[in-house]
């Protein structure tokens, strides 16, 4: 299996701070890895697929990038409504696996 | 707008079969896979597998033996089977679509908690 490993594990920023959150992977993925949004309570949303495309809906502050078996997540200018976990999910090869999350809190 | 609305029982006994189903309202069901994928404070999220409209499936090899997923195109529904459920079970499930080439989960159900309890 796909070894997918997150960091931080947490972070606490401000609204307007720049927020990057990585996301490596045991083998190489090219570029097959998601990142998914989560709040309490709630199923996680897609935010961006194959390393860098924004999903449809999703507000640019949110881009992605990487390849191989490196990868980040970048809010480029926090807001309150994107406190959360933020999960990466490599979609290479079966079973497709998930990194252990990343929870975004604001200050 | 794609919605999955998925049902089931929440509260099992160690060894019963877990069952749920997810249905599809708006958009295609036939031109896409569906999965399942759940989520424990132990093992985070997980994929189980995934089904296609006509019944082909893959699934995570460290459930294989017990899970099955099938596929009903006529209801726009699809469905998981876990047998022989433990307490290591006990988790949110979640129905998704498997969107298009690059593969990712691009609409998913509300959840549902299974407990398993004697």
């Known amino acids: 299996d796909i070894q997918m490993t997150q960091s931080p594990s947490s972070l606490s920023a401000s609204v307007g701070d720049r927020v990057t959150i990585t996301c490596r992977a045991s083998?190489?993925?090219?570029?097959?890895l998601n990142w998914y949004q989560q709040k309490p309570g709630k199923a996680p949303k897609l935010l961006i697929y194959?390393?860098?495309i924004l999903q449809s809906g999703v507000p640019s502050r949110f881009s992605g990038s990487g390849s191989g078996t490196e990868f980040t997540l970048t809010i480029s200018s926090l807001q309150p409504d994107d406190f959360g976990t933020y999960y990466c999910?490599?979609?290479?090869?079966?079973?497709?696996?998930f990194g252990g999350g990343t929870r975004v809190e604001i200050k | 707008q794609v919605q999955l609305q998925q049902w089931g029982a929440g509260l099992l006994k160690p060894s019963e079969t877990l069952s749920l189903t997810c249905a599809v309202y708006?958009?295609?069901?036939?031109?896409?896979?569906w999965t399942w994928i759940r989520q424990s404070p132990a093992k985070g999220l997980e994929w189980l597998g995934e089904?296609?409209?006509?019944?082909?499936?893959k699934y995570n090899p460290s459930l294989k033996s017990r899970v099955t997923l099938s596929a009903d195109t006529s209801k726009k529904q699809f469905s998981l089977k876990l047998s022989s459920v433990t307490a290591a079970d006990t988790a949110v499930y979640y129905c998704?679509?498997?969107?298009?080439?690059?593969?990712?989960?691009?609409?998913w159900g509300q959840g549902t908690l299974v407990t398993v309890s004697s």
């Open positions: 998704a679509r498997v969107g298009s080439s690059p593969q990712k989960f691009d609409y």
């Open positions: 708006g958009g295609s069901f036939g031109h896409y896979s």
């Open positions: 089904v296609t409209p006509s019944g082909s499936t």
């Open positions: 083998q190489s993925l090219k570029s097959y």
């Open positions: 194959a390393a860098s």
């Open positions: 999910q490599q979609s290479n090869s079966i079973p497709l696996t």
